[in-house]
């Protein structure tokens, strides 16, 4: 895939945005053809070469981006010439949905094991263990906690795990 069409997809512009911040945004959806310096992008596109480097070094710590560097004879300065490696992204982002999915498997199977009391008037949630320690009522500020029902979040977990399984091609847990 392109460097434009990755880049007009929103949802990696949005896994971009996340990555470097808004300002390091100008410097991920602008990637040069072939190598540049962290310099030239500044003046190019009117940012602190400071925000810039930025952006370059988290592109570079999660793949998107190389350098190599080049050393004047005369000087001994350091010249680094990056490249941009943006057809990494589509793979990073299903590594990205798998860990989601596990996280939201565990999650969801916390919710379930657990059963939950909240205090109503603070909005701590306590598992049944804590609950009882304290007597059903909330070390915060004393009122009685009350069992508090998690259906719909569960329900919604599964829907997302659903979605995602969808989208990764995973079997689901019944299908398995």
């Known amino acids: 895939m392109a460097f434009e069409d990755l880049l007009e997809d929103p949802v990696i512009q949005k896994y971009l945005h996340e990555l ?3 300002k390091g945004m100008p410097v991920a959806a602008a ?3 072939g190598e540049v310096t962290d ?3 500044a003046e190019e596109l009117g940012l602190e070469l400071n925000d810039v480097r930025r952006a370059l070094f988290i592109l570079y710590e999660n793949d998107l981006a190389s350098y190599r560097r080049l050393r004047d004879e005369d000087s001994g ?3 680094y010439l990056w490249t941009f490696e943006y057809d990494k992204i589509p793979e990073q982002l299903e590594e990205e949905m798998y860990r989601l999915l596990d996280g939201l498997e565990e999650r969801r199977q916390y919710e379930r094991d657990n059963e939950f009391y909240l205090c109503e008037h603070c909005g701590i949630r306590f598992e049944f263990g804590e609950a009882m320690e304290f007597g059903f009522e909330c ?3 004393g009122n009685q906690i009350d069992a508090m029902e998690n259906t719909r979040l ?3 977990m599964e829907e997302r795990i659903d979605e995602l399984r969808d989208e990764l091609n995973v079997e ?3 299908e398995a």
């Open 154 to 156: 569960v329900t919604a």
């Open 139 to 141: 070390p915060e500020c």
């Open 39 to 41: 310099e030239e992008l």
């Open 31 to 33: 990637p040069p053809d």
């Open 172 to 174: 689901t847990e019944a």
């Open 77 to 79: 300065w350091l010249t």
């Open 20 to 22: 470097v911040g808004p």
